[in-house]
């Protein structure tokens, strides 16, 4: 039996953690703003797949296994580290370019593949999941409960990458990112970088 009291705490938990500012919401409304529309939703859509895949991580048991894996977590952390500084690059390069050849080259074949590099390269998301996924599930009926509790996590990650996506489209946002492209591509290559080297800090030390 679905206990909806459990189920809304779970839901209200990862919803905290979701919406929160972090290196995907940033990309999303990033690439929403400079590329358009619809490469923000094919971002979103590949974001929302590697959210999708850290969830049915969590929901099996293998997140347990992985945090009880140093050496594989360390690795993961070590390519995520790269990666977020890897895309810090990519914007700083951005925000250095001429307002002639500021318009992304990206085929929009590619957003999408992007997006789900950035969500798999972050191993802290099964720790999130973990954490929203056990508020609420008692051990009575958890089994029951808990894939439709990763399923609704991940629908609520879904509707939040897909309404960045559309909010940050919107005519007045982009014209703003033209007019500040170079402050908002610089802002978000620190934050990367700032990410990316915490996550190999957190490899390194551990």
Not at 29 to 38: F, I, L, P, Q
Not at 65 to 82: D, E, F, R, W, Y
């Amino acid at each position: 039996m679905i206990d909806l009291a459990s189920l809304a705490s779970i839901a209200l938990a990862f919803l905290v953690v979701t919406v929160s500012p972090g290196p995907a919401n940033i990309a999303v409304a990033t690439v929403s703003m400079s590329a358009g529309r619809k490469a923000g939703h094919s971002f979103a859509l590949g974001l929302s797949c590697g959210l999708a895949f850290w969830g049915l991580v969590a929901a099996t048991g293998m997140g347990a296994v992985l945090q009880s894996t140093p050496p594989v977590l360390i690795a993961m952390k070590l390519l995520g580290g790269a990666y977020l500084i890897w895309l810090a690059l990519q914007s700083a390069r951005s925000a250095m370019r001429s307002e002639k050849h500021a318009i992304s080259e990206a085929p929009q074949g590619r957003w999408f593949r992007q997006g789900l590099l950035l969500n798999l390269s972050n191993p802290k998301a099964v720790v999130a999941w973990m954490a929203a996924l056990s508020m609420g599930l008692g051990d009575s009926g958890a089994a029951g409960m808990l894939p439709v509790a990763t399923a609704l996590c991940i629908a609520i990650g879904f509707a939040n990458y897909t309404v960045h996506a559309a909010a940050f489209s919107l005519p007045g946002f982009m014209r703003g990112y033209q007019r500040m492209r170079r402050a908002v591509d610089g802002a978000v290559s620190v934050l990367f970088a700032a990410a990316g080297f915490g996550l190999l800090r957190s490899a390194l030390t551990r």
